[in-house]
């Protein structure tokens, strides 16, 4: 699943590229994908990108008649198609193993003869596409909550959804409406930076814990984006997934102490942490 580092990388990428580009054509192939009917997707045709950026783990695509907001789900993408050849558009599993090229969703034909195409790779179609005149009126937006990478983002912001609640950590880092951009794979390596088990409760934290797992998600998520920077886009899911210490390692050694990752209990094998550097989980 993207999380806000990629999304962040993309939404830089994309806004160096195509902005100022006119938008020439557009195909819907699963019309599934787009959810806003009352605003038909060749109403963006003659529209201009103006820029492009991000809001949370949703990239927000502005134009001079509206924003198209791509909430890319669990294995959505955006890749630039170049002088109409297509892009290696490789996936990657959580051990970093190449997957089939995504199915392309919908195409921005621009008019330097290029494309923006929309792709998913999952087994269900999780990418939507959303034509609004704020990226607010996307429900999913909307909710959102504060973001960890912004320079606004402060401790009194993490101690408001941390202090009282009887929520399992894991869960509170990836629920969108109290900190947006943090999914699965992100909540399991900024637990283990902190060395906080996963099924710790946000209340059970003491002051000097709330401050250290608060610094873990600043951490982490700018370091991420930073390393990203300078990858391709079609590898920055293969980069994401070879960078995680424990997510995805299971049975493997924890690089920081040596012992043997495992499953976080009752995920299915979805989650990982080191018991040795984290901690036992209830």
């Not at 599934?32 to 997707?41: E, F, G, H, L």
């Not at 993408?77 to 089939?100: C, I, N, Y």
């Not at 059970?204 to 391709?232: H, K, N, T, Y």
């Not at 299971?250 to 495992?262: D, K, L, Q």
């Amino acid at each position: 699943m993207p999380e806000s580092p990629e999304v962040q990388v993309l939404a830089d990428v994309l806004d160096d590229a195509v902005t100022h580009r006119r938008i020439i054509g557009v195909d819907v192939g699963e019309f599934r994908s787009w959810k806003t009917r009352d605003r038909p997707a060749e109403g963006l045709v003659g529209a201009t990108i103006t820029g492009v950026t991000r809001f949370g783990k949703h990239l927000d695509i502005d134009t001079d008649r509206g924003d198209l907001v791509v909430t890319l789900g669990r294995a959505g993408w955006v890749r630039h198609r170049v002088d109409a050849e297509a892009a290696d558009d490789e996936t990657a599993d959580s051990s970093g193993a190449s997957t089939p090229p995504a199915a392309v969703i919908a195409t921005l034909d621009l008019d330097d003869d290029t494309a923006l195409e929309f792709t998913d790779a999952g087994e269900w179609l999780s990418l939507a596409l959303s034509l609004v005149d704020h990226p607010q009126d996307v429900p999913a937006v909307k909710k959102l909550g504060p973001d960890p990478m912004s320079p606004t983002y402060t401790r009194a912001d993490f101690d408001r959804i941390t202090l009282g609640r009887r929520k399992q950590l894991k869960a509170l880092l990836q629920e969108q409406e109290s900190i947006s951009g943090i999914g699965n794979a992100y909540s399991d390596e900024i637990l283990h930076r902190a060395k906080i088990a996963p099924t710790t409760h946000a209340a059970a934290l003491d002051d000097g814990e709330r401050e250290v797992l608060f610094e873990a998600i600043r951490d982490e998520l700018s370091e991420a984006v930073r390393a990203r920077r300078s990858i391709p886009l079609p590898r920055l899911k293969q980069a994401k997934a070879a960078s995680m210490r424990v997510h995805g390692r299971t049975g493997e050694a924890c690089p920081v102490c040596g012992g043997i990752v495992e499953d976080v209990p009752g995920s299915k094998g979805a989650a990982q942490y080191c018991p040795v550097c984290q901690g036992s989980v209830d």
